[in-house]
């Protein structure tokens, strides 16, 4: 985690310029011949994409990188409806299907990038639990999940306490965020009791503890899948993804917790 936090200095210090919110600007002055290339990135990347696109640009410092960051239905929705998008990357290979099977992404530019797991996270001063079935054992006023109705963390987590008999007990305690950092976010303000998460959310939280894991069994396989979507007339579009596998930008997201697939699939 250090390592990583010294990529974020340094992201900082080259890019001063950066804009971080749901649209981030690439840091760097415009260059002469200067591209804009328009990303859309699930929500839980928006700690980790920001050093990546910086070290991307150390290499093409021509390139103006605009990122949007929200539930990965959400984005979808919005190519669905003639977005202007060059690159989605989703936390959800369902999402990615999606468009695929609308042939709004172009044939052979996807690649599986990172996968992730989910965990249940309280404020730092709650005990850990022995295992996460102890949920249904424990008090709980309320349970943050992203919304499990359409964003992929929710639906993960909803599928991952049905596995364990849990949902029923639980469902009426639960509140459904925006996304997933609006989840966790509930739970660092104290506004929830706990909070089912990413464990790349987790690990950058403020106050807030892993109060315990999810067996892989019980949970789905959480991959993030990137793509080149198929109205995208940037010329740096295929460039960028080939820097996201690369072996650079795979040392940055593994720093952050992701782990690191980056095997092409499909488009």
């Given at each position: 985690m250090s390592s990583f936090l010294s990529k974020i200095n340094m992201c900082k210090s080259r890019a001063a310029g950066l804009l971080l919110g749901s649209a981030l600007l690439g840091g760097c002055a415009q260059q002469p011949g200067a591209s804009t290339l328009t990303v859309y990135a699930a929500a839980s990347l928006s700690n980790v994409?920001?050093?990546?696109?910086?070290?991307f640009r150390t290499e093409w410092p021509q390139v103006e990188?605009?990122?949007s960051y929200a539930a990965?239905?959400?984005l979808a929705k919005q190519i669905e409806r003639g977005a202007t998008a060059d690159i989605y990357i989703s936390a959800s290979s369902d999402w990615m299907?999606?468009?695929s099977e609308q042939k709004l992404i172009k044939a052979g530019s996807r690649n599986e990038l990172l996968q992730n797991e989910l965990v249940l996270v309280t404020s730092a001063g709650t005990p850990a639990l022995e295992t996460a079935s102890d949920l249904a054992n424990v008090p709980i006023r309320i349970l943050?999940?992203?919304d499990w109705r359409h964003v992929p963390a929710g639906i993960y987590a909803k599928q991952t306490l049905e596995k364990m008999g849990l949902w029923a007990a639980l469902a009426p305690k639960c509140i459904a965020a925006l996304d997933v950092r609006a989840a966790l976010a509930y739970v660092e303000r104290g506004e929830a009791d706990y909070g089912i998460v990413y464990r790349t959310d987790a690990a950058i939280a403020n106050g807030v503890r892993i109060a315990a894991s999810f067996p892989g069994d019980m949970q789905p396989r959480i991959v993030y899948p990137v793509a080149q979507v198929i109205?995208?007339?940037s010329p740096y579009a295929a460039q960028f993804i080939r820097f996201l596998i690369s072996e650079a930008?795979?040392?940055?997201?593994?720093g952050s917790g992701f782990q690191v697939l980056a095997k092409r699939?499909?488009?």
């Open positions: 994409l920001p050093v990546i696109i910086a070290e990188i605009k990122v990965s239905s959400i299907d999606q468009l943050a999940l992203a109205s995208s007339g930008a795979s040392g940055i997201f593994a699939s499909p488009g």
